[in-house]
C-alpha cells in the first residue's frame, strides 16, 4: 500500500521559514503528482502546492505563489515544502498528497493517498 510521510513542521515567528518534506513508498506508479495540502481550525482544506515526479512546472497556490517552493528528490521519492515569508495565515495543518492525475490533486483537490500531517505555527 502506498504510505506518506511528512515531517519537518514546527513553531516559527512571522517572516520566518520551515522546510516539510514527504517520502512515499508503496507506489505502483513510475510516476505520479505529489502535492502539499493544508487546513487551519475551522476552515475548509485548501491546496498549496503540487509537482509532478516525471517533471514540468509545479502548481502553486495564489496565497503561496513567490514564498513556498515545492521540489521533488526522485531518487529517494520524498517532496519537499520550502517555505519562506511565514504569515501567521500559514498556520494550519499541512499534508502530503499524491494521485497519478493532475486534474484529481489539483483541479478536484480530492488525491487518493493522504500522509497523516504536520503542524505549522506562525507566530506574531
Sequence with gaps: SVQLVESGGGSVQAGGSLRLSCTASGYTYSSYYMGWFRQAPGKERERVAAIYTGGGEPYYADP?????????????????????????????????????????????????????????????
Excluded: H
Excluded at 94 to 100: E, G, K, N, Q, W
Excluded at 104 to 113: A, E, F, S, T
Design 64 to 124: 503561496v505563489q513567490g514564498r513556498f517552493t515545492i521540489s521533488r528528490d526522485n531518487a529517494k521519492n520524498t517532496v519537499y515544502l520550502q517555505m519562506n515569508s511565514l504569515k501567521p495565515e500559514d498556520t494550519a495543518m499541512y499534508y502530503c498528497a499524491a494521485d497519478p492525475s493532475s486534474y484529481v490533486i489539483w483541479v478536484r483537490g480530492n488525491p487518493g493517498y493522504w500522509g497523516q500531517g504536520t503542524q505549522v505555527t506562525v507566530s506574531t
